[in-house]
Structure formats: C-alpha cells, structure tokens
C-alpha cells in the first residue's frame, strides 16, 4: 500500500534527551513536511523540504532538526533545546507544493 | 501576514442537520483551499479542496463555498451523520509557499 508511514506511534523521552521520529513514504512525492499539533492549536509547521538534500525553516524550527538524504525519508530530531517538546507530530508529503497533502498517523511524544 | 482565522472552534449539531464552518484569510496571493478531516489519533485527509476561479464546489454532501470579495470560504456538511464527528481544518497556500492551517474545528453530531 502507497502512503506514509511514521514510527514509533508512541514515544517517551526523559528530559534532556534528544529523539529522532521517523518519516517514510512510498509515494514518490518531492515535497515532505513536518507538523507539531497541539490543542487548540491547529498544525504548526515546524521544518519542509522541496526536494532532497534541501529544507527550509518552518514557524516553528526552534529546537529541531531534519534531515533529507533521500527523497522518500525526512526524519526529525527533537532536541534538548526543545523547552516543550510534548505533542503529536505529524508528518506529511504532496507530489509538489499546493497541492493534496497526505499524513502519517502521527507520533505522540510526551517529556517524562 | 500568512493567517487563516478559523469558527467556530467547537460545533454541535443534530444528526440530520447542516454544519457550517467557516474560513476566512488575509493574503490574496493565496490559490489553493483545502478542507481537512481528522479522526482522533489519526493524521488529517483531504476532504475537499477550491481553487479560487470557482464559488462553490459540491462532492457529495460536503460542499465548499468561496467568497473572492471577503476572502472567506467555509465548509458545509448536509445531512450531517454520526460518523461526520471529527475535526475540521481549513487550509491556504499559495504557490511554492507553505500551507497555513486554521486552528480547527471539533464536530459534534448527535443523534
């Protein structure tokens, strides 16, 4: 089945920690994003990439890192320097920009 | 300034009745409207989507209606059913630029 695929769906990480949550898709999309949802909050960007081996800045980059060395992975890392990294991250990708986005099943990751 | 303002936040309705959401943005560069569903615990999907060349666009019993003039679009679901219960998010982007989402709405209906 074509789609994306996030892993793990739940995440526990000790303060001071960095993670990295995992982001795949088999649909041969260029266009590849990260979303943080919180409630009440909507989606905020937080990193995208156009094309391999580039990404830009979200709304909400500080704290994070990605990565794009091949077209169908955009792993984020959440760092310690993240101050309030309990949320649900959402991944998603679209064969080009302004157009259909399609979602992970999200990662819920929460500060212990 | 790349806002979408999105109400109501939360929505009741009774099954059988309409739901009406609505959207309204600042940037007039913006070209694409998509409506995204959302389950608990599950990633968004595309419901439906406007470009602006176009004031209404109807699939099924959920229609999206634009308004150029106001820069304002909203979402109406007719004959809204139990299984319509999620959360609604508008959407606008322009070109190569990012999508901005609104804040979205919880639906409710009830039977």
């Known amino acids: 089945d074509g789609g994306i695929t996030q892993s793990p769906k739940y995440l526990f990480r000790k303060e001071g920690q960095n993670v990295t949550l995992s982001c795949e898709q088999n649909?041969?999309?260029?266009?590849m994003y990260w979303y943080r949802q919180d409630p009440g909050q909507g989606l905020r960007l937080i990193y995208y990439s156009q094309i391999v081996n580039d990404f830009q800045k979200g709304d909400i980059a500080e704290g994070y890192s990605v990565s794009r060395e091949k077209k169908e992975s955009f792993p984020l890392t959440v760092t310690s320097a993240q101050k309030n990294p309990t949320a649900f991250y959402l991944c998603?990708?679209?064969?080009?920009?302004?157009?259909?986005?399609?979602f992970g099943q999200g990662t819920r990751l929460t500060v212990v | 300034q790349q806002q979408v303002k999105q109400s109501p936040q939360s929505l009741i309705v009774q099954k059988g009745g309409i739901s009406i959401i609505n959207c309204a943005y600042e940037n007039t560069a913006f070209d694409y409207f998509p409506w995204y569903q959302q389950f608990p615990g599950k990633g968004p999907a595309l419901l439906i989507a406007?470009?602006?060349?176009?004031s209404e666009k109807k699939e099924g019993r959920f229609t999206i209606s634009f308004n150029k003039s106001a820069k304002q679009f909203s979402l109406h679901i007719m004959d809204s059913q139990p299984g319509d219960s999620a959360t609604y998010f508008c959407?606008?982007?322009?070109?190569?630029?990012?999508?901005?989402f609104g804040t979205g709405t919880k639906l409710q209906v009830i039977p």
């Open positions: 649909l041969n999309h260029d266009a």
């Open positions: 959407a606008a982007s322009r070109g190569y630029q990012k999508v901005t």
């Open positions: 998603a990708s679209s064969r080009q920009p302004n157009t259909e986005a399609f």
């Open positions: 406007i470009r602006p060349d176009v």
